[in-house]
């Protein structure tokens, strides 16, 4: 069974925090999320009665209809990084041995590439690695980088 289902409530804004917000529900309160786009779209205002309808999480309600003063505007979620495509790490792994580094640690999963640290000789450098192995941007890394510190110390 799903942790979550589909779910309309109708009821006040009481609280605004960004793009998040409670709508009153009757007795219940209902925390829900209309995305920095969303918010973008729409001027959030506590007192406002609204009408919802989106996917019920287990924490928030993912808002994908709101309607207030008869005006319904559509909220688009993006979709997590593992909708994205195929992510094989080995692929990142020799995408950077390919181009002459000797990656340290493991690949880190970003949503739409790998991130990983490479030596080539004394050079250490973050490659950002697309899904497809091509890879997309490097930067060098200081032997402190507080981002790769366990992965560099780890390969000493």
């Known amino acids: 069974m799903p942790d979550h289902h589909h779910r309309t409530i109708s009821g006040r804004i009481t609280h605004v925090f960004g793009h998040h917000f409670v709508v009153q529900d009757g007795s219940d309160a209902v925390l829900a999320d209309l995305t920095p786009h969303g918010a973008d779209q729409i001027t959030l205002r506590v007192g406002d009665e609204v009408k919802l309808a989106g996917e019920m999480k287990p924490t928030e309600l993912k808002v994908s209809s709101f309607t207030s003063g008869g005006k319904t505007t559509a909220i688009e979620h993006k979709k997590k990084h593992d ?4 992510a094989d790490p080995k692929k ?10 000797a990656p340290l640690g493991e690949p880190r999963r ?17 490659l950002h690695i697309e899904l497809d192995g091509h890879i997309r941007k490097t930067r060098p890394v200081d032997r402190h980088d507080p981002k790769w510190h366990e992965a560099m110390h780890a390969a000493s």
């Open 83 to 86: 909708e994205h495509g195929d």
């Open 92 to 101: 990142a792994l020799q995408a950077a041995r390919t181009a002459g580094f």
């Open 110 to 126: 970003k949503p739409k590439h790998f991130e990983v640290v490479g030596q080539r000789g004394n050079e250490m450098v973050e």
